[in-house]
């Protein structure tokens, strides 16, 4: 059945729907990886947003039961040139479409990405509405209540868990802030036998303090961090008593609870090869990313945080360590999944933290 894609400046794109059969309406965005489309519709930091993977042929490989960053997909749809319905993979169980359809993700497919990417690195980011399988839509009244629709500004509540839970290990004990954690994360610090309680977002300094942890780490998760000004304030709390790693999301959090200040991407920074700079090393490496947001690298001047990274392609901030404690942040991802690895030695870094702490307060 047909499908269309209407955005908000009145452009329209035909073409064949798959997965759940209804209408959704969300932000339209875009990702340039090559491989790991199933990670990227898992990730929580798509929470209701329209993901268009640029990649043409997608879910070759089909789906599996181990490369999930979450169970649950909060993703608004899906938009893609052409998917595979007969997958070779011998660790597939479904296809991508079936996924869609099991998960009741609307996905549209048979459209010109190409057109919509380049639509969308020129004009930004648009909001956007997949119609309903087989609908024929009234696309100036769509067009009106696109304009008149509101960003969502509570993903972070629909993606974090709502109740603590642990991921047993026998090394450093380190308390994860959930914002919409990408189980990337927690493999590293399985990996490296930490002892993990995975929290709510709203889990307060004094409760994260009580459970006497080595480490905090702040996880990833979607939409604007401004959203979340009680998580700003924890970990404000936190930042001179506890070392602390935050990644994506959990960078921005650090930034705006040391004074920075963020703002808005024109279409973010989403797939597998960015290019950043170390300024520490001066080595450059290639990162995967996922995020809208990003800190202003001025506001930097007035707080205790240093930079450490930037990107190559816009000289944007893409890591921060404070000045006087052992706290630090990126805005990439350094687990990699999907992606490059490169980055992955700063949760060894995180550990060298922890122990040293230790040793000092012992």
């Not at 308390?175 to 954690?181: K, L, P, S």
């Not at 945080?305 to 930037?310: A, K, M, R, V």
């Amino acid at each position: 059945m047909k499908r269309y894609l209407i955005l908000e400046d009145g452009t329209v794109f035909e073409g064949t729907a798959f997965g759940s059969q209804n209408e959704s309406t969300g932000e339209v965005i875009f990702t340039t990886g090559m491989t790991g489309y199933q990670e990227f519709i898992s990730d929580p930091s798509n929470c209701a947003q329209i993901l268009t993977l640029t990649y043409p042929l997608i879910g070759n490989y089909g789906i599996n039961p181990e490369d999930f960053e979450a169970m649950a997909i909060t993703l608004a749809g899906v938009v893609v040139r052409e998917w595979t319905e007969q997958p070779s993979n011998f660790r597939s169980n479904r296809t991508f479409g079936e996924l869609m359809e099991q998960r009741n993700v609307p996905g549209i497919s048979g459209i010109d990405t190409r057109m919509l990417t380049k639509l969308l690195r020129t004009h930004g980011s648009l909001r956007g509405k997949l119609t309903a399988a087989g609908e024929q839509p009234d696309v100036e009244n769509v067009v009106a209540e696109l304009n008149a629709w509101s960003l969502p500004h509570d993903e972070v509540s629909r993606v974090s868990t709502q109740r603590p839970y642990p991921s047993p290990g026998r090394g450093c004990r380190v308390v994860m802030m959930d914002f919409g954690m990408k189980h990337g994360l927690l493999r590293e610090l399985n990996k490296r036998d930490c002892d993990v309680t995975i929290v709510p977002y709203t889990t307060s300094a004094e409760e994260i303090l009580a459970m006497q942890p080595d480490g905090v780490m702040l996880s990833n998760g979607p939409g604007d961090p401004t959203d979340i000004p009680e998580a700003i304030e924890t970990v404000r709390k936190l930042i001179p008593e506890v070392p602390m790693f935050g990644v994506c999301l959990g960078h921005q959090l650090i930034s705006l609870a040391s004074g920075a200040t963020s703002f808005k991407l024109k279409f973010g920074h989403r797939g597998a090869n960015h290019p950043v700079k170390d300024l520490t090393t001066g080595r450059t490496e290639l990162t995967s990313q996922n995020h809208g947001y990003a800190i202003d690298l001025k506001s930097l001047e007035n707080t205790d945080l240093e930079l450490t990274h930037i990107a190559l392609n816009d000289q944007t901030v893409e890591g921060v360590r404070h000045k006087h404690y052992p706290v630090y942040c990126v805005q990439f991802h350094p687990e990699g999944s999907a992606g490059p690895e490169d980055s992955v030695h700063l949760f060894d870094q995180f550990i060298s933290l922890m122990t040293k702490a230790g040793k000092q307060h012992a």
